[in-house]
């Protein structure tokens, strides 16, 4: 049986819950509890460390204002409650990777608490609850490696020691592989969005968690549940969650009983393995730090990170489809960012323009434009382009006086270049040609060089028509009217034509 049979055939019988963790490297200059600035990936190891972050005696801890506040800003973006005061825990466990022999982090009064996110799946919108987003410092990373002579050896780089992390917990609301994948896309994008993360996985600034268990269908009680870690990518979200569903069902079926852990995921081998016994949160002896006060979260300062919230991804795609746009088409501009811009700031060039045709020159012409140069304006728009050139190049296109064929390279020079669109239009003489009578002549001398495709449409070959259409294209360098084009040689080649 294929993976995807059996894998249908284990949700017919099991139902999955799925809460999702993530842990967001939020954007901030210095680290969570000291100076020391945030390390770049590329960083040399332990180069960005100081007596806080590397837990030496006598050391204190003081508080980054910035981490906070994009902390609260996510709280607000998913509609949680914020409380009007927080502390910071301890939360005490052995490892090398934890100079001080704890984590500085939060447990009983998260910075937010009881939000959504509601993501669109194939079955339609699911909202899933958000338990919690709270604030915590990074511990250090370990590194296995080889040693000169042949042993194995476990290195350490203190530089991400402190980095401030924010932790976001799921209510155990996610029913299928699919369902995490996208829930994690949109908290990404909503991170985004509101500038509190780059949340890059591939740099580890956004690490996804996923507790997946099986219960039969129809029953209450959860299952045994399991944790499955070193997912890089949403696509290994996804990959990852749907072989343990598969393996706990085949565990189930034949009668082995499941137990607490935490597993990883080997994304070449497609396959869980086992890493250590699941602790409980009783095995971290959580007290309240005694090196920081509470936090006193102020109204006006809750109410004033309200007022900077920017449009969030739900509610730009809402309004991107009262324009008009299909739901593929507005999700593609929300998800890209500089496509996004473009599509706004022609908008704005050029108020009649119907939006489905600036989304289809955003996601087309400009888009090919946009991947082919990592060059940005001062308005964000790719290259050297400006919206009001590419504004009236699509002016032209829709009142009828340049091709579609010529648009795409008036926009590939613009965009290159930055010279004027009026101007490459004026200089390659691309106005379109609708005259009939003109296109006509165009079309004539096309069914004449081409008798064999002439006979091929009389015969009923109507691929042939699309070969004669584009031939009499390209004799017009593209600038005679597609639709005049096609029209005539239907004329001369159809029903009482002499051809």
Not at 50 to 67: K, S
Not at 76 to 101: C, E, H, M, Q
Not at 243 to 265: H, K, M, N, S, V
């Amino acid at each position: 049986m294929s993976a995807p049979a059996a894998r249908a055939a284990a949700l017919e019988r099991y139902e999955a819950v799925i809460g999702i963790e993530v842990h967001c490297q939020v954007r901030t200059a210095s680290k969570m509890f000291c100076a020391c600035a945030v390390p770049p990936p590329d960083a040399a190891p332990n180069t960005h460390t100081c007596p806080v972050c590397l837990a030496l005696p006598g050391t204190l801890p003081t508080i980054n204002r910035a981490a906070v506040e994009h902390v609260l800003t996510t709280g607000l973006a998913i509609g949680a409650s914020v409380p009007p005061a927080t502390r910071w825990d301890r939360k005490n466990y052995f490892y090398p990777d934890l100079p001080k022999g704890y984590q500085i982090s939060q447990y009983d009064l998260p910075l937010a608490a009881n939000g959504s996110l509601t993501v669109e799946t194939s079955e339609g919108p699911v909202t899933i609850g958000i338990t919690r987003a709270h604030l915590e410092e990074d511990t250090a990373k370990l590194i296995h490696a080889a040693a000169p002579d042949g042993r194995r050896v476990s290195l350490v780089d203190f530089n991400r020691a402190g980095v401030p992390l924010m932790e976001i917990v799921t209510e155990p609301d996610v029913r299928s592989a699919e369902q995490a994948r996208r829930y994690a896309e949109e908290l990404r994008l909503l991170l985004r969005a509101i500038d509190v993360s780059d949340a890059e996985m591939e740099n580890g600034q956004l690490r996804v968690e996923a507790n997946v268990s099986l219960r039969p269908r129809g029953t209450g009680p959860f299952g045994t549940r399991v944790e499955v870690k070193n997912m890089n990518s949403i696509r290994a979200v996804e990959r990852a969650i749907d072989f343990e569903i598969e393996r706990q069902a085949a565990a189930l079926d034949g009668g082995e009983p499941l137990r607490q852990e935490t597993r990883g995921w080997d994304d070449a081998a497609g396959a869980t393995y086992v890493m250590r016994v699941k602790e409980s949160s009783d095995d971290y002896r959580y007290f309240p730090e005694p090196d920081l006060p509470p936090l006193v979260i102020d109204a006006a300062w809750l109410a004033a990170l309200r007022a900077a919230l920017p449009e969030l991804p739900a509610a730009r795609r809402a309004r991107y489809r009262a324009l008009g746009l299909p739901a593929y088409d507005a999700a593609v501009l929300v998800n890209d960012e500089g496509m996004r811009v473009a599509f706004e700031a022609i908008l704005a060039a050029g108020p009649g323009l119907p939006p489905k045709e600036v989304a289809n020159l955003v996601t087309g012409d400009y888009g090919r434009a946009l991947n082919e140069t990592a060059e940005r304006t001062a308005s964000g728009l790719a290259g050297r382009a400006d919206a009001a050139s590419l504004a009236h190049v699509l002016g032209e296109v829709v009142a009828g006086r340049l091709s579609r064929a010529n648009a795409k390279e008036v926009v590939a020079e613009h965009v290159v270049g930055g010279r004027p669109a009026a101007a490459v239009i004026a200089e390659r003489g691309f106005a379109q040609i609708s005259d009939a009578d003109a296109v006509g002549r165009i079309v004539d001398a096309v069914l004449a060089a081409n008798p064999a495709a002439v006979a091929d449409v009389r015969a009923g070959r109507s691929q042939a028509l699309g070969f004669l259409v584009g031939q009499a294209m390209k004799a017009s360098r593209g600038q005679a009217n597609a639709a005049v084009v096609q029209a005539a040689v239907r004329e001369r080649l159809g029903r009482g034509g002499d051809g």
